[in-house]
């Protein structure tokens, strides 16, 4: 069973600059997350969907960061304009259900600005 | 007060040694509780529930103390391969299954 996808891998760009992350969860899956995890810290929730219903964006920098999931399939997430303290690896991740249930992480972007 | 915390470490043990974790959290309506594992530059995995009546699995040991608000992780037997950060995770009382992770905590098991 294939995983969840990220891409890109790694992003370099400078402030105030616009960058983008494409993740594609595990087929099936109706939940979707987006975490920042900024070095020496354990994964911040951004967002999550439920299809695509946004369910909590509470932790997401709503002036900078947005993020979509068409369909209820694949998402994106954007930040513009970026900045320094945004250097952090995003990590999507998936679970079938909706509530309580095993998450599978992709292997995150990991964003250096600049 | 952090919702979820642990004691970041790092944890420095040899091979074979007995090394435990734990875990506090500040939501009592709190539901489900998991420890995840993350090695270096690598995404973080599921390593195993914790139940109200602990539970274990090979050398893993997790448990649960509703009442004081706080989650063990006991590893006996180290190996070489048990080196990665531990990350406590704890679904808080909403109907969507919200996951707070602790910040984790860094063990490094030596020869």
């Known amino acids: 069973e294939a995983g969840v996808a990220q891409s890109p891998r790694y992003k370099i760009i400078e402030k105030r600059q616009s960058v983008a992350f494409w993740c594609n969860p595990i087929?099936?899956?109706?939940?979707l997350y987006w975490y920042q995890q900024i070095l020496g810290q354990g994964p911040k929730l951004l967002i999550q969907?439920?299809?695509?219903?946004?369910?909590?964006d509470s932790q997401l920098p709503k002036d900078r960061f947005s993020a979509e999931r068409l369909k209820g399939v694949d998402s994106t997430l954007k930040i513009q304009p970026a900045k320094l303290e945004d250097s952090a690896v995003y990590l999507c991740?998936?679970?079938?259900?909706?509530?309580?249930?095993?998450?599978?992480f992709g292997p995150g972007t990991r964003l250096l600005v600049l | 007060r952090k919702e979820v915390e642990q004691d970041p470490g790092p944890f420095n043990v040899p091979e074979g040694a007995t090394v435990a974790f734990n875990c506090t959290y500040s939501?009592?309506?709190?539901?489900?509780f998991f420890w995840y594992r993350q090695d270096c530059r690598k995404e973080p995995k599921l390593l195993m529930s914790?139940?109200?009546s602990g539970n274990e699995d090979g050398r893993f040991t997790a448990q649960l103390n509703r009442a004081s608000q706080y989650i063990s992780l006991l590893i006996r037997d180290s190996k070489l391969s048990d080196s990665a950060t531990y990350l406590c995770?704890?679904?808080?009382?909403?109907?969507?299954?919200?996951?707070?992770f602790g910040q984790g905590t860094i063990l490094t098991v030596h020869p």
């Open positions: 914790v139940y109200s």
């Open positions: 991740a998936s679970s079938l259900g909706y509530g309580g249930e095993t998450q599978y």
């Open positions: 995770v704890v679904i808080g009382g909403t109907s969507y299954g919200k996951l707070t």
């Open positions: 939501n009592s309506a709190s539901q489900s």
């Open positions: 969907f439920q299809n695509n219903g946004v369910v909590d």
């Open positions: 087929s099936g899956h109706a939940t």
